[in-house]
């Protein structure tokens, strides 16, 4: 459907652009200046908030890239993102490697272990694939569980913040530009991937694998792309986790945050990259909400030992109500509420014409 | 001896555990992955029975055993049967996110706190010595021999009663049961319910043995590569598939490193899914209906 009138694309090249008109391109610009003017008016609470959802925006991102987009299920996530973590702190204690090195090695790390987790993708489908990404989770758990006991760091391993030549990156505010960065990086990755032969291929294997193979499709090598590329952004942001927060520990990489990527995906709306960042910014926002919901009560102190289950009850329900009612998600929500005031006066699409 | 006995229980759990993920499995064709949740919800019921029926511990296991069979059918009912027609995956998800929920819930009602429901009932666990020099706990023992009759009770159940059979038609062929009669939500919410019952039996008797907790969602998801290895739609697999899984566990525990406790039931299954995807006694064409 077209969004301005007498607007025609008449080259393949226009057809596939990422920003198609003036107004998008002005109010892309808009909304990139907002967000660049954000941290000099927010909250300390307010920035760590955003940092939060930046680095959740990569991990769910490159979750929709495989789930979403080539229809591989994952539920080792959490595994990847502590592999990332993992690299980093190991690097750190043991060579005091710099910045620039653990991120890129953690992103290494993340691509070999892509090649892992995507293996049984070969010969495996939907549920024995899911199940084989859980167990692969749990190795990867243990290994890093391993490393902190046998080398003495049982609570946990403190990462020093990494510095840019001199220049300690310890600001939250310059990390906000870091990982703003980081985030824009990923999605602009993501959708140029998406709009590729690559692109293509995924949503053909995801849609038949069978015909995408019969059309001449490699499909082993694009499942194993969709994982490596999936799991090395994974693993980055698993980096920038552990730099940020300045700590890695194995508790906090549960099978519950592999299960909260999940629902980013979910919550978002399956196959769209704007889904995966609208997930990301609800999951992370979803436990402070709670928390001041409960806040607001007549009697904060009688709950306060109640908001972690809450937290846990509201979050699957949440997402059992998504799944039963909005399968499509809040970009589904989104798209309803654009194309009432695209179509206005009128309620519903023309039946026939492009889509 | 001690090892010999070790395994027998463990194995024993994982096979009570593991059934409630086939019989689910080979009806409906869902992966319950709420599996070790609901256990765990079944489990605590025993809790609020034992306080209800103080000192009447085995009316209070009972009343907690049907109540566990209740939910499991409210489970379907509320729930699961919305998720039928579905694809496959959005059902799993579904069930992953039902166990977020119980998880919340259960802390909410019965505190985080770890609680000996064998306390409450007034029920000693003492240990039995046995012939050769390895000692059972008499909840073991139980436990062991309770696993033996569930699996000849579901046996004899799918083999012989009617609602077996309707059982396992409409696992093989969900639209020709249903154009002969059957009625497929009845027999789904039927499997979700004995699932739920025999898991819960699993989690009352490790809360008896060794006391109640959030942890034991995780022994519920040790025993998912019981049944997998097993084969998914076979109860005799995932016997099988226990001993397996249970005598790695404790041999590896025993021999190489206690840490490795939480790791090896997946490993066996990541070696499994490798080389037989399907499981040692699994139907081949499976595969390819997911």
């Known amino acids: ?355 | 001896m001690q090892l010999a006995v070790n395994i027998l229980v463990l194995a024993s759990i994982y096979a009570l555990i593991g059934c409630g993920y086939v019989l689910i499995y080979r009806t409906s064709r869902v992966l319950n992955l709420a599996h070790g949740e609901l256990m765990m919800v079944a489990a605590y019921l025993l809790l609020t029975t034992a306080s209800l029926f103080s000192g009447h511990p085995l009316t209070a296991f009972v009343a907690s055993a049907l109540l566990g069979l209740v939910v499991g059918v409210a489970v379907y009912v509320v729930l699961m049967r919305k998720m039928t027609g579905e694809r496959v995956l959005a059902a799993v998800l579904a069930t992953v996110a039902l166990g977020i929920l119980l998880r919340g819930i259960v802390v909410l009602i019965w505190s985080a706190q770890q609680q000996y429901p064998g306390q409450a009932l007034g029920w000693p666990n003492p240990a039995l010595e046995l012939p050769g020099g390895g000692r059972i706990s008499v909840a073991a023992a139980t436990l062991v021999l309770t696993t033996a009759a569930v699996y000849a009770s579901l046996f004899a159940f799918l083999r012989y009663t009617r609602w077996g059979i309707r059982m396992r038609a409409a696992g093989q062929n969900p639209l020709l049961a249903a154009q002969r009669g059957i009625r497929l939500h009845g027999v789904y919410a039927l499997a979700w319910g004995l699932s739920t019952f025999t898991g819960g039996l699993a989690g009352r008797l490790i809360a008896l043995d060794s006391g109640l907790e959030q942890t034991m969602v995780v022994i519920g998801l040790k025993a998912l590569p019981a049944a997998l290895v097993g084969g998914l739609d076979s109860l005799v697999g995932a016997i099988v598939g226990a001993l397996i899984v249970a005598g790695a566990e404790v041999l590896l525990i025993h021999y190489v490193n206690p840490l490795l406790a939480d790791v090896v039931p997946f490993l066996v299954l990541i070696a499994m899914l490798m080389v037989r995807p399907w499981g040692l006694f699994g139907t081949r064409e499976e595969l390819d209906r997911v």
């Open chain 1, 1 to 355: 459907m077209p969004f301005a009138s007498g607007y025609f694309r008449t080259t393949y090249a226009r057809d596939i652009r990422l920003v198609d008109t003036r107004t998008q391109v002005a109010s892309l610009a808009v909304f990139v200046a907002l967000l660049a003017a954000f941290p000099f008016f927010a909250s300390a609470f307010l920035l760590d908030l955003a940092n939060q959802f930046f680095l959740a925006s990569i991990g769910a991102v490159a979750l929709m890239l495989l789930t979403g987009y080539a229809g591989q299920v994952s539920l080792g996530h959490a595994g990847l993102l502590a592999a990332g973590a993992f690299t980093v702190g190991i690097l750190v204690k043991e060579v005091n490697a710099p910045f620039w090195v653990t991120v890129p090695a953690a992103a290494a790390v993340g691509a070999l272990l892509g090649v892992v987790f995507g293996l049984p993708s070969l010969r495996l489908r939907g549920l024995y694939l899911a199940v084989s990404t859980l167990a692969l989770y749990f190795v990867v758990a243990y290994v890093g569980s391993e490393y902190e006991t046998q080398r003495g760091f049982s609570t946990g391993i403190v990462v020093d913040p990494p510095a840019i030549g001199t220049f300690p990156v310890d600001d939250p505010r310059v990390w906000y530009f870091v990982l703003f960065a980081a985030a824009a990086a990923t999605v602009v990755l993501c959708l140029n991937l998406l709009r590729a032969r690559s692109g293509r291929a995924w949503r053909a294997i995801r849609d038949h694998e069978t015909v995408a193979e019969a059309l001449g499709i490699n499909v082993p090598a694009y499942k194993l792309a969709a994982f490596v590329i999936s799991s090395a952004l994974t693993a980055v942001a698993g980096a920038l986790f552990a730099d940020y927060r300045g700590f890695v520990s194995v508790e906090a990489f549960s099978l519950f945050l592999s299960i909260q990527y999940v629902a980013m995906v979910i919550i978002g709306g399956m196959g769209s990259i704007l889904g995966a960042v609208l997930g990301a910014a609800f999951v992370t926002l979803f436990p402070y909400a709670i928390e001041a919901l409960i806040a607001s009560l007549p009697t904060p102190e009688r709950y306060a030992n109640l908001v972690f289950a809450v937290n846990y009850a509201a979050f699957g329900l949440v997402m059992v109500l998504f799944l039963l009612f909005e399968p499509e998600g809040l970009v589904g929500i989104w798209r309803r509420v654009r194309d009432w005031f695209l179509l206005w006066p009128f309620r519903r699409r023309p039946l026939s014409g492009t889509k």
